[in-house]
């Protein structure tokens, strides 16, 4: 009699077992009834890029929702619909902009979507966290700085390169006068920002001094104000005096600032090459007001040389 009883006590153990089995195949088979969800993974309401989160998802059967967020303590924060009716396969659709029903933004922090099914009482809150940012990134740079530059191609002092850190993941970005002329590619946290001398339409500068400033923009399109770091002196070739006074027939030097080896000059009916820095002329025997031009390729520079 025993041995009956013990064998049909392994009968039922052996029968639970396979329906639990079964059971647990069963949940792993059955279909979620949310699917193909597509959540904004991070936002900004103080940025251009992306002001609000859009939440999108997909009810299999026909269901009646209500969808809210959660923060990451699972407190709701705000109802983004209530007892919406959802066909099957229905697309829902909704944006979030982290204002709270009493007109107030939340703090920044993590939030998901919750998903409440009416009809088969279940809830779901979806498993795509939403990451609300408004902090602007800091942009790092060296200041102040005063470089010369010479974009003229030849290969001597044409840029002006400045290496940054950003304290998040963003785009640097480089500003000309208040404008933007760089926006970088990448997000990285560190890299060199490169000012060729252009603006923003591309063409060479002309002569003159130039403020730059620096700027950086995260994922979440928060955007940092432009510090100024450089001012930047744009020349090709220059003189140090626009005005020489000298007695007629008299001597006189003037000094060429230039990243080229050699000046082509032209002053009263002469010319000549010479090697930069001071070149040296005589007056002519006239009184008058003469013109002595220096060149660099295109480029040139003028003094008045006034002979009394």
Known sequence: MARVVSTAFVLVLIAATAGAFAL?????????????????????????????A????????????????QDSKGRRVATLLSNRDVRPNGRVELVWDSITPSGVAVPDGVYRPVVKLLRSHRTIVLPSDIRLDTRPPVIAVR??????????????????????RIDEPAHAILLLRGKQILFTRTQ??????????????????????????????DVAGNRSRGFPFAI??????????????????GKFAIRVSTDHPTVSWYFHGRSGVQRRGTL??????????????????????KAAVVVA
């Open 188 to 217: 990285k946290q560190a890299g060199t920002l490169v000012f060729a001398g252009r603006g923003k339409n591309g063409k060479p500068l002309a002569p003159g001094r130039y403020v730059l400033a620096a700027a950086a923009q």
């Open 143 to 164: 200041r102040p700085q005063y470089p010369i530059i010479s974009p003229d191609g030849d290969g001597r002092s044409d840029t002006f390169r400045v290496p940054y």
């Open 280 to 301: 040296h002329f005589r007056a002519p025997k006239k009184p008058g007001v003469y013109r002595l031009y220096v060149r660099v390729g295109s480029h040139a520079a």
């Open 24 to 52: 647990t195949q069963h949940a792993k088979l059955e279909r979620s009834p949310i699917y193909a969800p597509h959540i904004d993974p991070v936002f900004s309401p103080n940025g251009k890029v992306k002001p609000v």
């Open 54 to 69: 859009n939440i999108a998802f997909r009810v299999r059967p026909h269901e009646r929702v209500d969808v809210w967020m």
């Open 232 to 249: 930047v002196q744009v020349r090709y070739v220059s003189l140090a005096r626009p005005r020489v006074v000298v007695r007629p027939g």
